[in-house]
């Protein structure tokens, strides 16, 4: 033991745990992939989670511990702004869910803050409607059986579209939305609406969209989560990655709604429209990031 040195000893522990800290950190942030954007009239469809940790002022610290969605999701959201679409057309999971209905935020401007989560006033976002193709679904809504309700005037935006919009804002956005909450109807239901949105999107020559299904996956992934834990949940992560990766979009329909009730996810059926929008096939299909470190799964990914 003559030789032993415990200064010599530390300075290699520390050399050799500063590499593998830079390592994981450069592997755990490494960029993800860019978007890819179409040629038509529907730009890009993605799935972007809305954590309201992800905003600095909300999260403070603690922001740092989904920093990769805060990446994805921002640097997706950047994209689709410099693509300069026209409206983009936002399902929220947040705001009014009705049994037979959808629901539609109908005025001309929009707007929501983060006060609830003791944000200042300032801190706010703003978006015009595109009233024009809410006028134009509502229209082809008379040839189906689904009702779409407009929420009351001045309702504030959820968190479902004030978290994305955020960051477009941020980005610079200067086209408009459409936003729409799903309803308690069944998958079919969800399919249609997204149908005819698509319909819509194609009656316009030259005007470009860009469509958002807001919402996260599973709720209680892990032992600390925000919801009691279920193991089991993880399967229907595991399952919405692998539909995304895979362009097969059969596996969500599929999947056993025992399981997806008990995910307590958000995200099912925005998810869901975009598949009808899409007509379940795979436009540029990619998974950009996904992460569970809160115990609820934020998954960034391109129909
Ligand atoms: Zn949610």
């Given at each position: ?215 996260s996956l599973s709720h209680n992934l892990k032992p600390f989560a925000p919801n009691e834990y279920i193991p089991e949940t993880i399967e229907f992560d595991k ?65």
């Amino acid at each position: 033991m003559k030789n032993f040195s415990y200064k010599k000893f530390m300075l290699i522990f520390g050399i050799n745990f500063l590499i593998v800290f830079l390592l994981f950190i450069l592997i755990y942030l490494k960029p993800p992939k860019p978007l890819k954007f179409s040629e038509d009239n529907l730009l890009a469809a993605v799935l972007i989670p809305h954590p309201p940790l992800m905003l600095e002022e909300v999260g403070g610290l603690y922001s740092l511990f989904i920093k990769k969605t805060v990446i994805s999701v921002e640097k997706a959201l950047k994209e689709i702004v410099q693509a300069k679409p026209d409206t983009i057309i936002i399902i929220t999971p947040h705001s009014k869910i009705r049994n037979n209905c959808f629901s539609i935020y109908a005025e001309n401007d929009l707007y929501g803050d983060f006060t609830k989560y003791n944000v200042p006033k300032n801190v706010k976002v703003q978006a015009q409607s595109d009233v024009g193709f809410i006028k134009k679904l509502i229209e082809r809504l008379t040839e189906t059986s689904l009702k779409l309700s407009s929420l009351n005037p001045g309702t504030k935006l959820d968190h479902g579209v004030t978290v994305p919009l955020y960051f477009l804002n941020k980005a610079g956005f200067e086209g408009k939305i459409v936003v729409i909450n799903h309803s308690e109807q069944g998958i079919q239901e969800h399919l249609e609406l997204g149908r005819l949105i698509r319909k819509v999107i194609d009656s316009y020559k030259d005007k470009k969209f860009v469509f958002i299904a807001s919402g996260s996956l599973s709720h209680n992934l892990k032992p600390f989560a925000p919801n009691e834990y279920i193991p089991e949940t993880i399967e229907f992560d595991k399952t919405i990655i692998k539909a995304f990766k895979e362009g097969n979009y059969n596996l969500i329909t599929g999947i056993d709604r025992e399981l997806e009730e008990i995910t307590l996810q958000c995200g099912y059926k925005p998810i869901i429209i975009g598949l009808g929008i899409i007509n379940k096939t795979p436009l540029n299909n990619q998974v950009l990031s996904y992460e569970a470190p809160v115990g609820v799964g934020y998954l960034v990914a391109e129909f």
